[in-house]
């Protein structure tokens, strides 16, 4: 199983960022899928989970600005970030959990928002 995000940077406020996950090792498309994000000195933050049947859910902190979708014949996981503020600066990961309840991380990708 691999998880590869891309596409963070350095933004300044109210700008946009997309996330990427390509995923491989394992049928994409029969697993839930999330992003997860941690700050400087914080614990990992749930951001948003979208299902196999395409719900989508958010945390009240990014509702309304992010948005989360999958494209299966790509295998891959996205997350659409606008109206960004200093408070989303963290490392952005995708995870899934598999059989037997064992959860997946990749690598990370570091989003900046700084004026």
């Known amino acids: 199983v691999q998880l590869v995000e891309s596409g963070g940077g350095m933004v300044q406020p109210g700008g946009s960022l997309r996330l990427s996950c390509a995923a491989s090792?394992?049928?994409?498309?029969?697993?839930?899928m999330s992003w997860v994000r941690q700050a400087p000195g914080q614990g990992p933050e749930w951001v948003s989970s979208?299902?196999?049947?395409?719900?989508?859910y958010y945390a009240d902190s990014v509702k309304g600005r992010f948005t989360i979708s999958r494209d299966n014949a790509k295998n891959t996981l996205y997350l659409q970030m606008n109206s960004l503020k200093p408070e989303d600066t963290a490392v952005y990961y995708c995870?899934?959990?598999?059989?037997?309840?064992?959860?997946?991380w990749g690598q990370g990708t570091q989003v900046t928002v700084s004026s």
């Open positions: 995870k899934t959990v598999l059989v037997g309840d064992r959860e997946y």
């Open positions: 090792g394992f049928t994409f498309s029969s697993y839930d």
């Open positions: 979208i299902n196999t049947g395409g719900n989508k």
